[in-house]
């Protein structure tokens, strides 16, 4: 069992930045391929990054691509999302999961693929 807390989520004015966190309380996240979801105020849950398990490999959405970064430190077991030039429509609960497989170019599609979900914190960008 894997117990994921996130961490970092506030008020940020548009263009700035914030560094979101993914602790585990129980379980080793580097044996894990890590993603991060986003879900908007009436919109479904979507696809923002995902890492696979030996950190060499990342993918993006297109709408975060060169402005986010998914990142993993062993030593704290913790993976962060550093997003970049925010925009309000970054607005979002921002989920961190584990899971074991990897989609690929699959990865804009999955909405619930992996194992174990955090509860999310909240991303609020304004103008």
């Known amino acids: 069992q894997v117990q994921l807390v996130e961490s970092g989520g506030g008020l940020v004015q548009a263009g700035g930045s914030l560094r979101v966190s993914c602790a585990a309380s129980?379980?080793?996240?580097?044996?894990?391929?890590m993603g991060w979801f986003r879900q908007a105020p009436a919109r479904k849950r979507e696809f923002v990054a995902a890492?696979?398990?030996?950190?060499?490999?990342?993918y993006y959405a297109d709408s975060v691509n060169g402005r986010f970064t998914i990142s993993r430190d062993n030593a704290k077991n913790t993976v962060y999302l550093q997003m970049n030039s925010l925009k309000p429509e970054d607005t979002a609960v921002y989920y961190c999961?584990?899971?074991?497989?990897?989609?690929?170019?699959?990865?804009?599609?999955?909405?619930?693929?992996?194992?174990?979900w955090g509860k999310g914190t909240l991303v609020t960008v304004s103008l």
């Open positions: 999961a584990a899971g074991t497989a990897w989609y690929g170019s699959s990865w804009p599609r999955q909405r619930d693929g992996m194992d174990y």
């Open positions: 129980r379980g080793i996240l580097r044996r894990y391929v």
């Open positions: 890492m696979n398990r030996n950190d060499s490999i990342t």
